[in-house]
């Protein structure tokens, strides 16, 4: 990269993504690294600023990750946040020690003013502290910059050699400064410039994907989410015609989702555009089907199997091109260190290997995305033009559908789940209140109930319906919709889709329950 970086060494915290998209916010570019990563390959990528996350463990027990002394010696301008602030004492010769009495949530601290750290931030301010473990003694050589009522080493530092430590999460949005003190570590203490900028990496995506491709053809599979929209965005911008996108419709999107995909693409963009409509051949692969971890797995694998015959109808060769993220690359275990403590393989459903048959077919695999997160995928989305309902689309499921019908799948479950589906998003958005919930969608499950229409006993299908608040989507609690906006989406969903008699609404916070129903 030509960007300046910071490097995010990760110690396990469950924030190490949110760090790292704080930096990028404030126009650093910055990556994830494992804690364990050798100096040498640190010092290679010759980065600006270091920051050390937290982590569940205690630094006093021999089995939790340590860091040797020497990178404070590589002159790299060090942060250290919860775990990493105790990491930093520890390792440097101060004391860590068990709390009398632990700091979890929104806590006041006060800042005694000489820090650079907390330029621009009142002198009281509120933290997210969470932590069982304190330093209460800093190493030789440090001062004390703010403090607690039960935490006398909130934030200490030693100015001279550039390392920092704060015992609560800056990272977080509780932490009604946090922003503010990253930006300060970021240009007063490490001078960085500010040049991780949407534009320049539009620009010089574009340029390198030219080179890299030069005359061949390019191979991308199309989902209709964010990832591969934009993905397909840049790649056309960059060769045109020399792209072909392969979206397979498995007849489990919502309604009228999979022809609003294919209008954008043949509309706006140059490029080879082949829709496959494969709704009968899921729907005979999951006949009888009612376990979700099984729906799931066929799904991905018939999904991963259409896309292959179809990409075998013309083995002209080229690259394959992929909408992978950041985050995937980080949570399937690519780019770490492999060892204990490595990131576990949790979304290997991201990305379509090459079957071996095809393998000699392709002279590489492309990632236009792969140095991105979620947010940012979602500002090049918008820079180049492709529709919000894309860019802006919500999380859904790669099984679509199929995990919102509880039980065995049918068509007319999906033609009732679509139509109710898209009734509570049409009185969501007609409410205003749709850029206040983060997910919102209705639910079929597996139960019918008795109802009254007109003279008429009724024995029909129950819809849920689910929307929620979240900043992360590690915690969600349920919306609390107005009862003025409930009762209109009830009262249309029983007069206008046929086969419904009932609906109810998930008021379930996360944890116990999940986003999701199944």
Same mark, same amino acid.
């Given at each position: 990269?030509?960007?300046?970086?910071?490097?995010?060494?990760?110690?396990?915290?469950?924030?190490?993504?949110?760090?790292?998209?704080?930096?990028?916010?404030?126009?650093?570019?910055?990556?994830?690294?494992?804690?364990?990563?050798?100096?040498?390959?640190?010092?290679?990528?010759?980065?600006?600023?270091?920051?050390?996350?937290?982590?569940?463990?205690?630094?006093?027990?021999?089995?939790?990750?340590?860091?040797?002394?020497?990178?404070?010696?590589?002159?790299?301008?060090?942060?250290?946040?919860?775990?990493?602030?105790?990491?930093?004492?520890?390792?440097?010769?101060?004391?860590?020690?068990?709390?009398?009495?632990?700091?979890?949530?929104?806590?006041?601290?006060?800042?005694?003013?000489?820090?650079?750290?907390?330029?621009?931030?009142?002198?009281?301010?509120?933290?997210?502290?969470?932590?069982?473990?304190?330093?209460?003694?800093?190493?030789?050589?440090?001062?004390?910059?703010?403090?607690?009522?039960?935490?006398?080493?909130?934030?200490?530092?030693?100015?001279?050699?550039?390392?920092?430590?704060?015992?609560?999460?800056?990272?977080?949005?509780?932490?009604?400064?946090?922003?503010?003190?990253?930006?300060?570590?970021?240009?007063?203490?490490?001078?960085?410039?500010?040049?991780?900028?949407?534009?320049?990496?539009?620009?010089?995506?574009?340029?390198?994907?030219?080179?890299?491709?030069?005359?061949?053809?390019?191979?991308?599979?199309?989902?209709?989410?964010?990832?591969?929209?934009?993905?397909?965005?840049?790649?056309?911008?960059?060769?045109?015609?020399?792209?072909?996108?392969?979206?397979?419709?498995?007849?489990?999107?919502?309604?009228?989702?999979?022809?609003?995909?294919?209008?954008?693409?043949?509309?706006?963009?140059?490029?080879?555009?082949?829709?496959?409509?494969?709704?009968?051949?899921?729907?005979?692969?999951? !006949?009888?089907?009612?376990?979700?971890? %099984?729906?799931?797995?066929? @799904?991905?694998? $018939?999904?991963?199997? &259409? #896309?292959? +015959? =179809?990409?075998?109808?013309?083995?002209?060769?080229?690259?394959?091109?992929?909408?992978?993220?950041?985050?995937?690359?980080?949570?399937?275990?690519?780019?770490?260190?492999?060892?204990?403590?490595?990131?576990?393989?949790?979304?290997?459903?991201?990305?379509?290997?090459?079957?071996?048959?095809?393998?000699?077919?392709?002279?590489?695999?492309?990632?236009?995305?792969?140095?991105?997160?979620?947010?940012?995928?979602?500002?090049?989305?918008?820079?180049?033009?492709?529709?919000?309902?894309?860019?802006?689309?919500?999380?859904?499921?790669?099984?679509?559908?199929?995990? !919102?019908?509880?039980?065995?799948?049918? %068509?007319?479950?999906?033609? @009732?789940?679509? $139509?109710?589906?898209? &009734? #509570?998003? +049409? =009185?969501?958005?007609?409410?205003?209140?749709?850029?206040?919930?983060?997910?919102?969608?209705?639910?079929?499950?597996?139960?019918?109930?008795?109802?009254?229409?007109?003279?008429?006993?009724?024995?029909?299908?129950?819809?849920?319906?689910?929307?929620?608040?979240?900043?992360?989507?590690?915690?969600?609690?349920?919306?609390?919709?107005?009862?003025?906006?409930?009762?209109?989406?009830?009262?249309?969903?029983?007069?206008?889709?046929?086969?419904?008699?009932?609906?109810?609404?998930?008021?379930?916070?996360?944890?116990?329950?999940?986003?999701?129903?199944?």
């Amino acid at each position: 990269m030509a960007n300046q970086l910071c490097i995010v060494l990760d110690f396990g915290g469950q924030y190490n993504q949110l760090i790292a998209r704080r930096v990028r916010e404030c126009g650093v570019y910055c990556e994830i690294k494992k804690f364990d990563t050798p100096i040498d390959e640190i010092k290679a990528l010759e980065p600006m600023a270091l920051i050390f996350t937290g982590g569940p463990n205690s630094v006093y027990d021999p089995r939790s990750p340590h860091i040797s002394k020497e990178i404070f010696e590589l002159g790299i301008p060090v942060l250290g946040i919860c775990y990493g602030c105790q990491l930093i004492a520890y390792t440097l010769g101060g004391v860590v020690e068990s709390c009398t009495k632990s700091e979890y949530g929104k806590i006041e601290i006060s800042h005694n003013g000489s820090s650079v750290l907390f330029k621009d931030i009142p002198e009281k301010s509120t933290v997210w502290m969470s932590h069982n473990d304190f330093v209460s003694r800093p190493p030789q050589g440090f001062e004390i910059t703010a403090v607690s009522s039960d935490c006398p080493g909130a934030a200490f530092e030693n100015k001279e050699k550039k390392l920092y430590a704060v015992q609560f999460h800056p990272e977080v949005t509780h932490s009604e400064f946090g922003r503010q003190l990253m930006h300060n570590f970021l240009y007063e203490v490490c001078g960085f410039s500010g040049d991780w900028v949407m534009d320049d990496f539009i620009e010089n995506t574009v340029a390198s994907l030219r080179r890299q491709i030069g005359n061949k053809k390019v191979i991308l599979g199309l989902s209709g989410g964010v990832d591969s929209s934009v993905a397909a965005g840049l790649l056309s911008r960059a060769v045109g015609k020399q792209l072909t996108c392969v979206f397979v419709d498995h007849g489990l999107m919502r309604k009228d989702e999979g022809d609003f995909v294919e209008e954008t693409f043949t509309k706006m963009f140059d490029m080879n555009f082949i829709r496959v409509n494969a709704q009968e051949h899921f729907l005979g692969k999951l !006949r009888g089907v009612t376990d979700p971890e %099984e729906k799931r797995k066929i @799904i991905g694998a $018939e999904f991963i199997n &259409v #896309f292959w +015959d =179809e990409v075998r109808k013309d083995t002209a060769g080229g690259f394959f091109a992929q909408g992978t993220i950041y985050p995937d690359r980080i949570e399937s275990g690519k780019g770490n260190k492999s060892g204990e403590g490595s990131a576990a393989v949790i979304k290997t459903h991201h990305n379509t290997a090459i079957p071996d048959d095809m393998r000699d077919n392709f002279d590489g695999i492309i990632e236009p995305l792969a140095d991105l997160f979620k947010d940012e995928v979602r500002a090049v989305g918008e820079k180049l033009g492709i529709p919000n309902e894309l860019v802006w689309r919500q999380p859904f499921p790669g099984p679509g559908l199929g995990v !919102r019908i509880i039980g065995e799948i049918t %068509e007319e479950k999906i033609h @009732i789940l679509q $139509e109710a589906d898209a &009734v #509570f998003r +049409d =009185e969501i958005a007609k409410s205003g209140i749709e850029d206040q919930l983060k997910q919102f969608f209705a639910v079929l499950p597996d139960v019918k109930t008795v109802g009254v229409m007109g003279d008429h006993r009724t024995y029909d299908h129950l819809i849920a319906i689910r929307a929620i608040t979240t900043d992360d989507f590690m915690t969600a609690d349920w919306a609390r919709i107005p009862y003025d906006v409930l009762a209109r989406v009830s009262n249309r969903l029983c007069n206008e889709v046929e086969h419904v008699n009932r609906v109810v609404y998930d008021i379930t916070s996360k944890p116990p329950g999940t986003v999701e129903w199944e």
